[in-house]
């Protein structure tokens, strides 16, 4: 077991670039300049910033939504995909710390689990526009369809229209750096539910099949939530192992009609909130004023 360890140790220091250090002191193995570095190094966790970008992760730990911010280390723009209304204090503050100015609030499709952040963090940064599929009824300031670009700074996402969930759901593909961001359309080992807002199992079949799983098997796939606490997968792995996608269409839907599942809990809230964009208290203020 020990040379086992030894061996991965090794491994790992060798992925290093020289000056990086090991949070290693005092043991058997220590990080020196002989080990060549890398031409590009990729993490599976949920941050990366030591390249030319900067990658964040972040959890409402209400509702298991991920929130995204992907931005460009040159230009200091930035994106956020399917920020949460209360998290938004958390989020904007991030981007201030690193210097990130947020041009792009992107909704993977009109929740029914959460509000949007995006209408309220357009308006405490005055530089960052909401975008949301064109086949939604939800408000925002970019409405964007199948093949259309969202740009930040050098890096642009591909938008994929995937319905299947919602009518509305796109899943956001960054080409350059090998991932995509599906929203619920697919989830790791799992798939978002089929079961209201236009919800149709043999849509999410075909939009996994022929948007998301077309794409290169390395290609890390971030959903929307997750509620077993895994945080990234592959399209590889999905293609192998998704429980649900590895079936035949028939057997999907037989699946996805039988799932039985309550209703979220905050729908209520949450669609007529997603209605305007996250803005609800401006909607208090106009009601009120009628
Ligand atoms: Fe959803």
């Not at 298991?64 to 998290?87: C, F, H, Q, R």
């Not at 839907?253 to 729908?267: A, C, E, F, S």
Request: proline fraction near 4%.
């Amino acid at each position: 077991m020990a040379s086992v360890v030894a061996q991965v140790m090794k491994a790992s220091l060798g992925r290093l670039g020289p000056g990086m250090k090991t949070g290693c002191s005092g043991g058997r193995w220590s990080a020196s300049s002989t080990f060549k570095p890398l031409q590009s190094v990729r993490f599976y966790a949920g941050a990366v910033a030591n390249a030319d970008y900067t990658f964040r992760q972040l959890l409402d730990y209400k509702t298991w939504t991920y929130t995204y911010i992907l931005g460009d280390n040159d230009s200091k723009e930035a994106v956020i995909i399917d920020p949460v209304l209360e998290m938004v204090p958390r989020d904007v503050n991030l981007c201030t710390q690193l210097g990130f100015k947020l041009v792009y609030a992107l909704n993977t499709h009109m929740h029914a689990d959460h509000i949007t952040g995006s209408g309220p963090i357009g308006k405490l940064t005055g530089t960052c526009k909401s975008v949301i599929s064109k086949h939604t009824p939800a408000k925002s300031s970019v409405y964007v369809d199948e093949g259309d670009i969202v740009k930040f700074g050098r890096f642009q996402l591909e938008c994929r229209s995937t319905p299947g969930h919602t009518d509305g759901c796109m899943t956001f593909v960054w080409h350059e750096k090998g991932m995509a961001f599906t929203g619920d359309a697919i989830f790791v080992r799992g798939c978002g539910r089929t079961d209201f807002q236009q919800g149709s199992p043999k849509k999410l079949y075909e939009s996994c099949h022929e948007k998301i799983l077309t794409l290169p098997d390395h290609f890390l796939l971030y959903p929307g939530h997750d509620y077993a606490g895994h945080m990234v997968t592959t399209v590889g792995e999905e293609k192998k192992f998704n429980p649900r996608l590895t079936k035949s269409l028939e057997e999907f839907t037989t699946i996805m009609n039988n799932l039985n599942l309550g209703m979220p809990k905050y729908i209520d809230v949450a669609i007529p909130g997603n209605l305007v964009d996250g803005l609800i208290d401006e909607q208090k203020k106009a009601s009120a004023s009628k």
